[in-house]
């Protein structure tokens, strides 16, 4: 009997060779459609990683083959590949399921990755220069040997870039994704001190020991706060060996358990909403880690959104440029009608008028429309997001309440209490936007239960999330035994019309146990009229009833 991770495999290898040839008849009864263990919760990593080696990705070719090359393009657009049968996104390596799939309250989303107090009082040793990204900073141990890397407001942008990753990296915890553990700390410089190991390198290239007039630069650079100290935040090293970041598309060749391509991975293509809402720009390699650690005594490679500070309006050094959000960095045809317009060619970001607030940067929700948002450089995940990708993501946006919005916004410790409540409003704009955006573009039947009595009961998340009214003319429920061998669905009864969540089931339902029901359920509403395309769900009957196995939102062609 094929084993549940063999299977899982055996599954995606067949779907990727699928993805590079021309589609053919499938040969019924080769393997079924649904198997004993679907769907699974857990994404199987089978294969031992120790033997991964850290990789250095070239930033400059990853953004010029992603801006200019159009990776996501080079295949056909297929579904997702990291989703269990009923098109939900297992645990896995890359993500972990939190709001929208299990219950998360608002402390656990203000203390996101958080499991201590930050790095032990007393002197902290400054072992190495910071060596990646714009903001000032270096990297310590503290009192206790622990490894931090830390970095600063910029010089005359007090609380922006160290508010913006707290707040950031509480959101992306909640969404699901591996994060770093982000404590703010304000640093005096008369407690530090150089450790003896701790060596720089001078513009000739040349390594020598560190100084503590080292630091003059960094804090030359930094915010000084009335007391002396400086503001930042001290991210703790990860656990595991670092072996650097990941791609947007493609794979770690070395990887074993990497055999889906990242840009067929939901977890991935879901950024293209969850950065629309947070205006995280700066989508690239560069801002990922891989780790290699110990689970179930076994070496697996962990994947990490290591930085996504450069979120809603400011940067590392400054507020986000006026075209960040709106524009790729290079946009030939736009960039064509400035030059022959000489510069009178106007776009929506030109005529914004943003709230003024230091500390939020340019961040705002009136103008902004989440179909149109852009990173600065288009990762292929990124172009390849379908709608029932979207619309997976969309739902996790909207699980985010008012109370937990404003909470995780004040968790950014910011002393104007203005600058909280402006980054929890445009966030709460943006969240309701990407709602009425996405959750209306496919059918949004979710929640599907067919209970011991055969009575179906689901639920329309567009209406749940009060961007969309019950459908004009109702709901049409069909009914099918399904054959799991062949994949031959025959009708059951007649369809039923209803403006209700619940429908009873015809009496003609499968009895054996394990006997499958198909069920197509279609909206009728002039005002969606992509409601009309059926949301197919399959029940296996079992001892205990009904379990749902199988979610279709939109057929692979």
Known sequence: MMTKNNRLILSI???????FVLPTAAPR?????????????REPETQDASKVEK?????FWDLAENLFGNPGARTPLVKSRDVNTID??????????????????????????????????????????KEAGF?????????????????????????AATGAILVANKIFWTLGYWQVENYLVHVKPDELVIADTAETRTPAGKRRKMKMSDLDDVFRRAHRSPDGSYRAIAAKGLAGRTIGGFRYNNTRPDDPNDIVPH???????????????????????????????????????????????????TGANAPREYDEGWEYLFEGDKAMKRLVTLGLYVQPWQTVNYTKNPAIGRFEGVEFDPTEWKPRVPTAAFVRARADDNFWAARRVMAFSDDMMRAVASAGQYQDEAAAKLLADVLIQRRDKIGQAYLNA???????????????TFQNAAVEAHVANEPASGYVVHWFSFDNATANATPIGTPTATSEHRVKAPASLPSAMGGIVKVQIAATDPAHALWAAPVDAYFRRGASGWTLVGVERIPEK
């Open 135 to 159: 903001a000032p900073g270096f990297t310590m141990k503290d009192a206790k040997g622990d490894l931090w890397f830390v970095s600063f407001d910029a010089k005359g942008f007090p609380e």
């Open 29 to 41: 009864g080769a393997a079924p459609k649904f198997y004993s263990d679907d769907p699974i919760q």
């Open 263 to 313: 840009q067929d991975r939901r977890v991935l293509r879901a950024l293209k909403v969850f950065g629309a809402w947070t205006n995280l720009v700066d989508m690239k390699a560069g801002n990922t880690l891989d780790t290699v650690v110990t689970e179930n005594g076994k070496s697996v490679v962990r994947h990490y959104l290591q930085d996504v500070g450069s979120t809603f309006g």
């Open 13 to 19: 290898l067949l779907a990727l060779t699928a993805s």
């Open 442 to 456: 496919v059918n949004p039947v979710v929640n599907l239960e067919l209970d011991a009595s055969d009575t179906l």
């Open 55 to 59: 990789w250095e990705i070239d930033l």
């Open 88 to 129: 939900e996104v297992p645990n896995s390596s890359w993500f972990t399921n939190r709001i929208g799939t299990e219950q998360v309250s608002v402390q656990d989303a203000v203390r996101g990755p958080l499991t201590g107090d930050g790095p032990a009082p007393g002197t902290w040793s400054v072992t190495s220069p």
